[in-house]
């Protein structure tokens, strides 16, 4: 429906807002996507930028033929990011996406002899 | 660390630079950063009933409130703000936390011991049918 090749149809895009916390191990970061569901919700990781998308949920039925919207949001990510132990959870209209560390950039506890 | 942006109007396709802000020279620009205290809500008609539906990502089921009496609905919630551990820190913070206020003013009446209501994935629909005195009335012609 909102994949552009229908040309009749203005897709709004609207931009999440975000929440992140860097714990010692991780990136937390969480996206207010209220009235979705996980299986319609997109994330990937390309070229070192976290993309997450979805069709807005037409809940309340005020999408017409013409418009349709869209949730989206893009991330640079830093190099200390390990992207192949991404998780990512949907629950209360909140995706939470934890972006671990890389090993060699954890904090190390170094013991004196 | 709590970082907030000023709202501007419509930019798009930008893209953050949250994990490695030296990598933008200039700052993401948001639109969606409203000092929100107020749910966004759709109202619709539908027969015999009138749904309202609030937008409440991150609020639990037990932190919201609906009173309701005859023509006007009030939705009340929290949305808690997370505590952070030791060694935890904002990296961003877009999300308002705190009280949320919003009150309805019903298109007509409603029948206040029929209304229902689901809270799902952030939206929390309530179901008003219309009571007995604002329906349609047939009057028959004698």
Known sequence: MTNGTDEKKTVHTITPVVDIVETAKSYVVKLDIPGSVKEKIKASIENNTLVISTEASDYAGTDSAETAKQYRREFLLAKDIDVDTVDAQYDLGVLTVTLNKKKQFLPKQISIN | ?142
Do not use: C
């Open chain 2, 1 to 142: 660390m709590v970082v907030r942006f000023q709202p501007i109007t419509n930019i798009f396709d930008e893209i953050d630079s949250i994990f490695n802000p030296v990598a933008v020279p200039f700052p993401a620009i948001r639109w969606t950063n409203r000092d929100r205290r107020f749910a966004d809500i759709s109202v619709k008609e539908s027969g015999e009933q009138v749904h309202v539906y609030a937008e409440l990502p991150g609020v639990a089921k037990e932190d919201v409130n609906v009173n309701i009496n005859e023509g006007t609905l009030v939705i009340s919630a929290e949305r808690k703000q997370p505590e952070l551990k030791e060694n935890e820190q904002w990296i961003r913070n877009e999300v308002n936390y705190g009280k949320i206020e919003r009150t309805v003013q019903l298109p007509y009446p409603a029948d206040v011991e029929k209304v229902s209501a689901t809270h799902e994935q952030g939206i929390l629909h309530i179901v008003l049918p219309k009571h007995e005195n604002a329906k349609p009335k047939q009057i028959s012609i004698r």
